[in-house]
């Protein structure tokens, strides 16, 4: 874990890297989190997170799968390299949050009662349209149910 005010100073001046988990259930809904932090604080999300320094892609991915899901070794499908910008970030200064988010697609038969509470204070499943039309559902969650919605900001920003 860095300082608290390196970590600050990197999210003020360089994007993320992060993977999210589009968790599917067997009958086709999604898993999404109520967030507890910011950005995106109070909004439903999927789950989630940074790619750490000198940590490659399959450990990261595996380490998020187990920390946000509790599971190991899971068939996966990518779906798309996602930007996500927030007016704020995870302290209380003002400035943005970019995130370089790749984003994948998997089953997840677990029990919602067994998911951890720290960054979502609970879990619910939610029907495509549902998540697309819920005010409450965050922005960037719904664009991996939109099509052509993978920026919302232009690349030359």
């Known amino acids: ?33 109520k967030r507890t932090n910011r950005p995106a604080n109070g909004y439903w999300f999927v789950p989630g997170g940074r790619i750490l320094k000198n940590e490659c892609f399959e450990s990261a991915f595996n380490r998020l ?32 949050t970019h995130y370089l988010v790749l984003a994948y697609e998997i089953t997840f ?7 951890p509470l720290e960054q ?6 939610f029907a495509e ?3 697309v039309e819920s005010e409450q559902v965050h922005k960037h969650s719904k664009w991996y149910f939109q099509e052509n919605k993978q920026a919302d900001a232009p690349l030359n920003k």
């Open 1 to 33: 874990m860095l300082p608290f005010e390196t970590f600050k100073k990197i999210v003020k001046s360089t994007p993320l890297v992060s993977i999210d988990l589009i968790a599917r259930n067997l009958e086709g809904q999604i898993l999404l989190g």
């Open 109 to 115: 038969k677990g029990d919602l009662a067994s998911l």
């Open 120 to 125: 979502h204070s609970k879990y619910k499943w």
């Open 65 to 96: 799968i187990k920390e946000e899901l509790g599971l190991d070794n899971v068939q996966s499908t990518f779906k798309g390299i996602y930007q996500h910008f927030y007016d704020d970030n995870f302290s209380e200064d003002d400035f943005s």
């Open 129 to 131: 349209k549902e998540l």
